[in-house]
């Protein structure tokens, strides 16, 4: 069992950043894929960034060169840094776990591979 929980979220203008944290419970943190994914109002939940157990990333085109996404296995956080943040990156934004490896980059873009998720962080960006 993993429960995550979500910090960081906040009003801020477009160009800025924020820096959003999930804390993991539990002592096998570091055998879970990690992802971050963001639902507006009235749009479906949707992809954002993925780290696996490993380290490797990958990130949703429309956040690709303005989102990195970390994590610190030794503090069971993943840590997902937002730059040049733009009005339609506002929505609430939530870190999920999956046990599952998967082989390639692919499944862990999809909602349905994850098994733990958070109860979401609110990301406003004003124009």
């Known amino acids: 069992q993993v429960q995550l929980e979500e910090s960081g979220g906040d009003l801020v203008q477009a160009g800025g950043s924020l820096k959003l944290s999930c804390a993991a419970s539990?002592?096998?943190?570091?055998?879970?894929?990690m992802g971050w994914f963001r639902q507006a109002p009235g749009k479906e939940r949707e992809f954002v960034a993925t780290i696996n157990r490993i380290g490797i990333t990958y990130y949703a085109d429309s956040v690709k060169g303005r989102f990195t996404i970390s994590r610190d296995n030794a503090k069971n956080t993943v840590s997902l840094q937002m730059n040049s943040l733009k009005p339609e990156d506002t929505a609430v934004y939530s870190c999920?776990?999956?046990?599952?490896?998967?082989?390639?980059?692919?499944?862990?873009?999809?909602?349905?591979?994850?098994?733990?998720w958070g109860q979401g962080t609110q990301v406003t960006v004003s124009s």
């Open positions: 539990g002592r096998t943190f570091s055998t879970y894929g």
């Open positions: 999920a776990a999956t046990a599952y490896h998967c082989s390639g980059y692919g499944c862990y873009t999809q909602k349905g591979t994850y098994d733990y």
